[in-house]
C-alpha cells in the first residue's frame, strides 16, 4: 500500500510537471519508464517518447525529469557506446534545414560572424588537423549557432547533450592552462565521440543527418576545392567548431573564473540574433 502511494504521489508530480512544460500527459507513461530506466542504470535503454524513440537518459534531460529520478546519472558515457544505438532515421525537416542554411550565409561572411573571436582562435589552434582547415572548424562553429536558433518545439533538444558537454568540461585537468578549456574540451568532445546530432533539429531521430546535411553545405562554401584532404579530416574540423560552439555555451553558463577564462563583454553563443 506504501509503495502504491509513493508511485500515484509521483504521477501526480509528473503529470502536474508535464503540463508546466506545455507536454500531453500522454507522454505520462515515457516519462515513468525513462525515470525507470535510468534509476536502474539503464540510461541507453530505448524509450519512446515526444522526440521519437530515444535514449532514457535523452528522454530525462529532454522532459526536465532529474529532479524525479533517485540517484546520480552518469552524463559521462557517450550514447555513441550503447549498443542501443541505431542511427538517424525521421523526417529530414527540408524546411527547418532551410532556414539553418539561410541563417548561417548570413552570419559567416558578415561582421555578426560568432567565430571571430580571441579565444576561439586560441581553441582551433588545439585541433588535431591541419590548419588549412581552419575555416571548415570556424563553419562548424557557425552553423551550430544558426541551427541553435531555430526551435522546432518547445522543449529543448539539446538539453541532453549540454549535459554531456557539461561532463567533459568538468573532466578539464586540473593544473592545465585556463586558456586551453575551450579548445581541450572540444578537442576531448569529439575524441569522445558525443553524438551531435542528437542537439540538431530532429533530435535523436533524425538529428544526425540534419547535421551531415549541415556539413556537405558548409564544406561546399567554404572548403577550397584544391585541398585534397580525406572525408574524415574535414568532418574532424566541422564537428570540432561545432564541439566548440556546445562547449562554449556550457562556459557561458558559468562564473568566469570557474569557466577558467577572462571577463569578456562579448555576446554569448545563445545571444548571437
Same mark, same amino acid.
Given at each position: ?17 508535464? +503540463? ?63 549498443? #542501443? ?5 525521421? !523526417? ?5 534545414? !532551410?532556414?539553418?542554411?539561410?541563417? #548561417? ?41 544558426? +541551427? ?7 522543449? !529543448? ?6 549535459? &554531456? ?7 578539464? $585537468? ?21 553524438? #551531435?546530432?542528437?542537439?540538431? $533539429? ?29 572525408? &574524415? ?12 560552439? !556546445? ?10 573564473? &570557474? ?15
Amino acid at each position: 500500500m506504501g509503495l502504491f502511494r509513493r508511485r500515484t504521489g509521483l504521477e501526480d508530480a509528473l503529470r502536474a510537471h508535464l +503540463e508546466r512544460l506545455g507536454v500531453s500527459s500522454f507522454w505520462l507513461g515515457s516519462a515513468l519508464d525513462a525515470i525507470h530506466c535510468c534509476e536502474q542504470g539503464d540510461i541507453f535503454q530505448p524509450v519512446f517518447s515526444v522526440a521519437g524513440p530515444a535514449p532514457a537518459r535523452h528522454v530525462v534531460a529532454l522532459m526536465k525529469l532529474e529532479p524525479f529520478v533517485r540517484g546520480e546519472i552518469d552524463w559521462s558515457i557517450s550514447p555513441s557506446e550503447s549498443p #542501443f544505438w541505431v542511427g538517424s532515421l525521421g !523526417d529530414p525537416q527540408d524546411d527547418v534545414f !532551410d532556414a539553418a542554411a539561410s541563417r #548561417f550565409l548570413g552570419l559567416y561572411w558578415s561582421d555578426r560572424n560568432p567565430s571571430v573571436r580571441t579565444d576561439l582562435g586560441i581553441a582551433l589552434r588545439e585541433m588535431d588537423a591541419p590548419r588549412s582547415l581552419s575555416p571548415l572548424a570556424s563553419a562548424g562553429y557557425v552553423w551550430r549557432a544558426a +541551427e541553435s536558433a531555430i526551435r522546432t518545439t518547445n522543449l !529543448d533538444m539539446r538539453a541532453a547533450l549540454e549535459k &554531456e558537454a557539461a561532463a567533459v568540461v568538468a573532466s578539464f $585537468p586540473k593544473g592545465e592552462s585556463p586558456e586551453r578549456i575551450l579548445g581541450w574540451a572540444a578537442a576531448e568532445c569529439v575524441n569522445r565521440d558525443l553524438l #551531435f546530432g542528437s542537439a540538431s $533539429p530532429g533530435g535523436w531521430a533524425s538529428g544526425g543527418e540534419f547535421l551531415r546535411r549541415g556539413f556537405r553545405f558548409v564544406e561546399e562554401r567554404v572548403f577550397a576545392e584544391d585541398l585534397a584532404l580525406p572525408l &574524415e579530416d574535414r568532418w574532424y574540423a566541422f564537428t570540432f567548431g561545432v564541439a566548440l560552439y !556546445d562547449v562554449d555555451a556550457v562556459l557561458a553558463t558559468l562564473p568566469p573564473r &570557474e569557466a577558467g577564462r577572462p571577463v569578456r563583454k562579448s555576446r554569448s553563443p545563445q545571444a548571437v540574433s
